[in-house]
């Protein structure tokens, strides 16, 4: 049987950041993962990049990329009743900034850098289980990508395998809680070959639901709308979803760019949280443990943040076998997951649609939309949230 360390499922931003951030403190890593590479480095998901995800990917010597071809973004706009308000991020918390470089750039650079180390990381695996996670000795069984039975001991298992994935079902169900919430509509996202609307991303708020105007290269856009959470995008026609993404953003001067629609889907909005994130020699990270509905931008940051924590404990418990902050990491991850929770909750309920709530509902939203674009503490809060806190 091979032996490792700390046995790795997912190749995510949650595994593959541990992975490196292990890496650098002299632990030995295996990651495995279910879809080919060539997947995990096409699939579109988030893009904005908080200053302390940036370090991060600094830190493990893999931000020159992202320094050259991601765009920082010192503010971004709220659009409701009709006009912008612009949110300036960077005068409001002395200096930050978020950058904009998608997911899957990010995932290439972190494939890249471990493969060219000499790094063990498996695509295309199937039917992987985990044992021994109560005392006994941890293992990752798998099917490789040639069809061959491969196991895998190891000292700790992280779980960083996504809201879908294995492991977080392999802690009893009596030893974990989860909390849902399932919101009742979707994201309608479309990626068009057309220049950029705006130098800054705009969050709208329309009486026929929310829309994001967000950018990804000179030449190619990624733009959502709110819509039911069944929707079929083939169902829509290119012309369909222009107007209606129009009718939820032009006004005073402003219409987005047209373009060929070169992709199109739907994703799910919720929340969930499981806890604890850590049972006996299993540790889950990322969205293997909660979920934050895209609007607040925080997914792939909280799994970074996770992914930091996580390396701490691991590298202290490998230097002398000290548990204290292997026991802590639950908690402390935890009170950085239930902040951003709310935030992305707060967000969401600001900005979209809930039908049936009534006409009190959406004057409601409006004032609170006034607040934290009129009023110093509402932008300063509005804006610190957004760019986020420092991981450590
Ligand atoms: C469609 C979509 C759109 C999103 N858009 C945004 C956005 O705009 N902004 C934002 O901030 N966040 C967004 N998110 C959320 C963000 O992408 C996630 O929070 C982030 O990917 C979490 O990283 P992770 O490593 O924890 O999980 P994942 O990225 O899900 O990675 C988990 C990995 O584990 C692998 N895996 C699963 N099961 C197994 C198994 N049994 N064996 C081996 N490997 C396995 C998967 O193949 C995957 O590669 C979006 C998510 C989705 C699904």
Redesign the pocket.
Known sequence: MARTQVGI???????LLLAHLLHRRGIDTAV????PRAV?ETII????LEQATVDLMHEIGVGDRLVREGAVHHGFVLRFAGASHRIDLTALTGGKYITVYP?HEVLKDLIAARLAAGLDVRFG?RN?SVHGLDGGRPSIRFTDADGQAQALECDIVAG???????CREAIPAAARTEYHRVYPFGWFGILAEAPPSSDELIYARHARGFALVSTRSPTLQRMYFQCPPDERPEAWSEARIWDELDARTQGAGFRVKHGPIVQR?V?AMRSFVCEPMRHGRLVL????AH?VP?TG???????AADAFVLARALAAYFADGSEALLDAYSATALRRVWRVQHFSWWMTSMLHRFDGTGAFDERRQLAELDLVTGTEPGRRLLAETYVGQPFG
């Open positions: 499922v997912g190749a995510g931003p949650a595994g495995i993962d279910n879809r995990i998901r988030a893009g904005v997911q695996v992987t960083c395998d996504g809201f879908h994935g294995i889907n994703v990270a990322g969205d293997a979920v895209p931008a925080k997914g792939l940051n909280l799994a």
